[in-house]
């Protein structure tokens, strides 16, 4: 660490935003202190989507590798309805000349998380402090400092900017005193991993696949050692009966028509949001990640939008920290990042959460008629799967002055 203690970007959360950013930064060779309110690095089976551009930002850290031996290749998705079956399916493959990666890898984000604090523990200009839940951040002129709950009691630390990826809970989004408009779905979705192999129970299944249906609609994700199977909630029932062994066990029975189809792994209840931050920066305090932006989980962008903030993030404070340019060019960080937040992530996911949920008989034969023709069309494939790559949108963001 330089002399000046101070001398340094502090970064407030340890998932997967806040450690990119970390690594990105002291690539630069930026000193970085991190802070993260657990005691240790944890297991949390939460976002396992990585597209092409995601892929390609891992890459250029040396740290693809880690999602690739430990993920699954998924080429192939697609749009199904529980009763008729393949409405449309998309290969990226025909991205190959776009993208060094031309598919979708399912991994588990805690994969990526432990090889990033391995490969962070090793840097000398990467101080990295467990224990530590930022409370409330403010600035001045020359810094900007965050106060922690620790196990020393109230401490309070200084740099010269600070990184907020402290989730959709945000202490320092809180501080910068923004709104974090949009709204909650009224459906929660009910999650389950199960080690029963779904490709038994339907033969034509692809390794990502989402599944209308006006009751009970379904996404289906091939994991390298297991399925996760996320579900609709049920009206009026209770979180923990939704998780219940034989709730969850005869809930899967019921749509896959095998019996034996356990859910040995994990069950969760989640709720949906779509909600983006009405200013990503004030001054010294900058927000990214949950914290600046939460979506429905249709379509597997949340933590990828996250990785992809701390990188432009990154990029841009780099640039400042050499002098290469002023800090209003933290300005053009917002401008970029909130676009894809609102015009891009939080339109697709809307759309995809509608399609997904969709009641009325004529909405669902309109929408599935507008993915056959899609899939039917190989321009038109091809220029939706840029959007769904998440490609098409990081590109016109990124172009943004």
Known sequence: MPSNEHDRIIVAGGGPTGLIAALSLARQDIPVLLLEQQDAPRDHRRATTFHPPTLEYLDDLGMVDKVLDDGRVTPVW???????????????????????????????????????????????????????????????????????????????????????????????????????????????????????????????IAGVAYISDPDEWCVILHLPDYWRVTFSSREGEPDDVAVRDDVAEARMAAFFGASGATVELHRNVWSIHQRVAENFRKGRLIIGGDAAHINSPMGGM????????????????????????????????????????????????????????????????????????????????????????????????????
């Open 78 to 204: 697609q749009v199904r309805d529980r009763k008729e079956g393949v409405i449309a399916e998309f290969d990226l493959g025909a991205l190959k000349d776009e993208t060094r990666y031309p598919y979708r890898v399912q991994c588990e984000q805690m994969e990526l998380n432990r090889a990033l604090y391995a490969e962070l523990d090793g840097m000398a200009n990467v101080d990295i402090r467990f224990s530590h839940e930022v409370s409330g951040a403010d600035q001045d002129a020359d810094t900007a400092s965050v106060t922690a709950n620790t196990p020393d009691g109230e401490a309070r630390f200084t740099g010269r900017y600070v990184f907020g990826a402290d989730g959709a809970r945000s202490s320092v989004r809180k501080s910068i005193g923004v709104g974090f408009e949009g709204f909650t779905y009224d459906e929660k979705v009910v999650q389950y991993g199960t080690t029963f192999d779904v490709s038994a129970a339907m033969p034509d």
């Open 302 to 401: 949340g933590m990828n939008s996250g990785v992809h903030d701390a990188v432009n993030f990154a990029d841009k404070i780099g640039q400042v920290w050499r002098g290469e340019a002023g800090e209003d060019i933290l300005d053009r960080y917002t401008r970029q990042r909130r676009h894809v937040a609102l015009e891009d992530v939080r339109q697709q996911t809307i759309r995809n959460t509608k399609f997904i949920a969709e009641k009325d008989p004529d909405e669902r034969r309109k929408s599935q008629a507008e993915f056959r023709a899609i899939a039917e069309d190989p321009d038109k494939a091809f220029r939706f799967m840029m959007g769904s790559s998440m490609l098409a949108g990081l590109r016109a963001a990124n172009a943004l002055e």
